[in-house]
Structure formats: structure tokens, C-alpha cells
């Protein structure tokens, strides 16, 4: 029967509305011009581009998002700390049998392992061929952040039917949200309004998006409000390093002194600031006081460092990993800490999948292989190694006493260590492989009461 129903299914691969072949959103001549909405940002400018976007003109605040990264040293560090934890993980398709919800049917080709599995085989070669899959993925982790990152899907007719060609990432000024709240695309034909998008055209990746709006609940959005109290706590920083920084000079003279050596006494106190040095006569008194107590605690400083506490617990959920300075902690507290950082790693996965899963790989199997075939999925390979002596202590557990069955090329290769040819001389342990006793070894001790016959089970050779 499953036979009979793939040769059915092959036929039904023709579908009414295929995708559309080409590039549907080319390059713009304004596609160069960039907003600065970060110069001179005020409080009241910054919600007034909040509600911007809320009425569907995402523009400033995308462009005040990219600032934002540009310009704030820690605010950058944590998001590509945030995205570097998915994007450098390698990645491969697996078929849809090897999820947990899986279910074999009975007939059907849903439940048909073979095309599952060759399904899977298809999309893993077709998108391991693409040489800009990689940067649609980096494209699309710029969603933590903005809260939403569109990826053209470029189809080709040949042969075979419609095939995929490549990826092309959409920039952010080029979304919008109509009055219904539904995303558009800006193009050279609807530079205002913008196209609705078509189906299986595109890969729209919103991990954090709150229920009727696409914009709200975007990681950026959440610390732009640290971002700008943190930029006028430094600028205020700057005007008082600028004028208590720096000691007071201070020089008495006689009482008998013109009007012209008092002007250059003082011409000669700014050059002293500026190049410190100065020649002065005897009867100028100079004294330098220090604008600064020891042990005096800098406000602006304690202001700058709560503001990157607050960003890096909006981002990574803790502050212990990127906040070392004033953090006093202990291993558990570390411990809770990387914690929580991997639960926001694995969800992250898992809303990367869904939408991979959902916008590229479904299209993909159904112009291939049929709407009614097994979607695989998409799955990032989390690197699990261990330091050398936790891994030589789970080897000799999972060995030694559980028994499990490890293959010694992957031993080797989570130990980092080259497995040894025929011809290669080999580092003599103390450790020393098993003798396996003989049968006239163990024969002697056949004659035993029965309690030993457990003992002797155990050296009899298997």
C-alpha cells in the first residue's frame, strides 16, 4: 500500500499555485540613505518612534536600533553573544521520524519511513549547496533583537519543477504593517504601501512577537530605554571629567603686579593644563589641588554599569557571565547562571526550527515530493563536550559499570586525541587490558557448592 500511495502521491505534485520564480524584491536607488534617529535622542523622540512603528512605519526605529548597536559597546558584546550561541552551531535536516512526535501511520505516505527519510536527504543536499544559506541564517538571528528579520525565498523553474535557488535577506526599511497589522514588503511598484507577501515567498522570523503586533516585545525595544539614560549618564560623565577631572591649578601673586603679568600668569596656568609645563618667576606661587578625594565613589560610573546590568539580564538572563567587575558569586550561583543562559539558548533553537520548518523546508518537500509527504525538520547540533577529566570519568562510568557500548572513534575524538595507526608507536599505560582466563582455569572451580556458580558465570569467557 505505501508503494501504491507514493506513485499516487507523485501524481498530485503538480499544486495549483506555485511559487513565484525570480527575484521579487530588487535593489532600490534609496536603498543607500540611512536615518540617525540615536543623534540628539530625547526621551520624547524616543517614544515618539515607538508609536511610529506601532502605526506601521518601521523605519526610525530600525534605524535606531542598528544605532544602538553601533554605539553602545556592551549593548553589541551581549546581542552577538545572544546570536553567536545559535548561529555558530553547526545545523543538518533530519527526518521526521526522529522527532519525538512522531507516529507511524498505516498507510499514507505521512507515515511512510522511506519518504521521510528521503525527504530529509533532499532538503539537507539542496540547502548544503546554497552558498548563502549561512548569511540567510545570520540574517534571520538579527530577530533578537528587532523581533522580526524577512528572507526572500528565490525559485527557479528547471526539469524538475520549481526548485530552490537561493536566499536573498529583505532590509529591515523595507518592512512595513498596513492599518490591518499585516507585514508588507516595500518594492520599486509600492514604495508607500508596500505588497502583501506572497505565499511560500518568503521566511518571516518573529521569535518574540507579542499577540497583535509584530513589533512589540523585541529585545531592542525592551533596553532602548537603558540605552538612552546610559548615554546621557555618559555625556554627563564627560562634562564633569572635563571640568573636575582634571586638578585645579592655582597660582597667587604679588600685590604690586600689573595688569599685564596677570594675563599671562594666566596664559601660562592653560598652557600648563594643556602641556604641563610652564616657566614661572619666584615670586609666583603655584598650587595644584586635586579635584578628587581617594576612595570618592563615581556616580556616573555606578549609573553606566546598572544600565549594562539591566541590558544584559534583558538579553542573556543573567549578569554574572558579562558583569565581572562588582559581581561577587559563587560556583552555584555561576552554575544557575549558564543555567538559565542555555534555557534561553534552547528556545532559541526551537523558534529558529518552527520557522525554518514552517516557511522553507514545507515548501520545498511539497513542490518535490508532494503535499502530502513527511516534512523534515531543521535541527542546530549543540556542542556537548566535555573537559577531559568529566568525559574520562563518564567513559569509565558508561563503560566500566553500565556497559555501554561507545565507539572508540568518537571517544577519541571528544578526548581530542588521534586514534593510532598499525605502524605508530603507542604511550604504554599503566592500565592494562584483561586476561581472559582459560577453561583450565575455570575448571577446577566447577566443583564448588552452588553459591559460587554466580562467580563462576562471571569469568567464564562470553
Known amino acids: ?54 502605526a506601521g512605519d518601521l523605519t526610525s526605529q530600525f534605524a535606531l536600533f542598528e544605532q544602538m ?16 550561541a545559535l548561529t555558530g552551531l553547526p545545523w543538518e535536516v533530519v527526518s521526521a521520524t526522529e522527532t519525538p512526535g512522531w507516529r507511524s501511520a498505516p498507510t499514507g505516505p505521512r507515515g511512510d519511513r522511506r519518504l521521510a527519510d528521503e525527504t530529509a536527504a533532499y532538503c539537507d543536499e539542496v540547502l548544503r549547496g546554497l552558498s548563502d544559506f549561512d548569511d540567510a541564517l545570520a540574517h534571520l538571528s538579527l530577530a533578537f533583537g528587532r523581533n522580526i528579520a524577512v528572507v526572500e525565498v528565490v525559485w527557479e523553474s528547471g526539469s524538475q519543477g520549481v526548485q ?27 514604495q508607500f504601501r508596500g505588497i502583501a507577501l506572497p505565499p511560500d515567498k518568503f521566511i518571516v522570523h518573529t521569535p518574540h512577537a ?31 571629567a ?85 559581581t561577587r558569586s559563587s560556583a552555584a550561583a555561576a552554575v544557575v547562571h549558564e543555567r538559565v543562559r542555555r534555557d534561553l539558548r534552547d528556545d532559541d533553537l526551537r523558534r529558529e526550527a518552527a520557522t525554518l520548518r514552517r516557511d522553507l523546508l514545507a515548501p520545498m518537500t511539497r513542490l518535490r515530493f508532494g503535499p502530502d509527504a513527511p516534512v523534515p525538520h531543521f535541527r542546530r547540533i549543540p556542542d556537548l563536550t566535555l573537559e577531559p577529566e568529566k568525559l574520562a570519568s563518564l567513559l569509565d562510568t558508561a563503560v566500566n559499570r553500565l556497559g555501554a557500548r561507545v565507539p572508540s572513534r568518537w571517544a577519541h575524538s571528544a578526548l581530542g586525541i588521534p586514534e593510532a595507526a598499525e605502524s605508530d608507536d603507542i604511550v ?18 566447577r566443583s564448588t557448592s552452588r553459591t559460587g556458580m554466580a562467580s563462576i558465570a562471571e569469568l567464564s569467557p562470553r
Open 428 to 445: 604504554r599505560g599503566r592500565i592494562e587490558a584483561p586476561r581472559r582466563k582459560t577453561t583450565t582455569e575455570v575448571e577446577p572451580q
Open 164 to 190: 530552490l535557488a537561493g536566499l536573498i535577506p529583505i532590509a529591515f526599511d523595507r518592512l512595513t504593517i498596513s492599518d490591518e497589522g499585516e507585514l508588507r514588503i516595500l518594492t520599486e511598484e509600492a
Open 1 to 54: 500500500m505505501q508503494l501504491i500511495d507514493r506513485i499516487v502521491n507523485t501524481l498530485r505534485r503538480t499544486r495549483p499555485a506555485a511559487p513565484r520564480p525570480g527575484v521579487l524584491v530588487g535593489r532600490q536607488s534609496n536603498d543607500l540613505w540611512r536615518e540617525y534617529p540615536a543623534d540628539g535622542l530625547t526621551p520624547q523622540r524616543l517614544v515618539a518612534i515607538m508609536r511610529e512603528a506601532d
Open 242 to 326: 572635563e571640568v573636575f577631572g582634571m586638578p585645579v591649578r592655582i597660582a597667587r601673586y604679588a600685590p604690586n603686579a600689573t595688569e599685564r603679568e596677570k594675563r599671562e600668569l594666566l596664559a601660562m596656568l592653560r598652557q600648563l593644563g594643556a602641556d604641563a609645563t610652564g616657566v614661572f618667576s619666584k615670586a609666583v606661587d603655584i598650587e595644584i589641588v586635586q579635584s578628587r578625594l581617594p576612595g570618592e565613589t563615581n556616580l556616573y560610573e555606578s549609573l553606566c554599569l546598572y544600565f549594562d546590568r539591566e541590558i544584559s539580564k534583558a538579553w542573556l538572563g543573567q549578569t554574572l557571565t558579562t558583569d565581572t567587575i562588582l
Open 69 to 84: 548597536e553601533e554605539r553602545d559597546g556592551h549593548l553589541y558584546s551581549v546581542a552577538n553573544t545572544r546570536r553567536l
Open 210 to 240: 507579542r499577540s497583535g503586533h509584530a513589533m512589540r516585545g523585541g529585545l531592542l525595544r525592551v533596553t532602548s530605554l537603558a540605552f538612552l539614560a546610559k548615554r546621557f549618564a555618559i555625556k554627563d560623565w564627560l562634562i564633569f
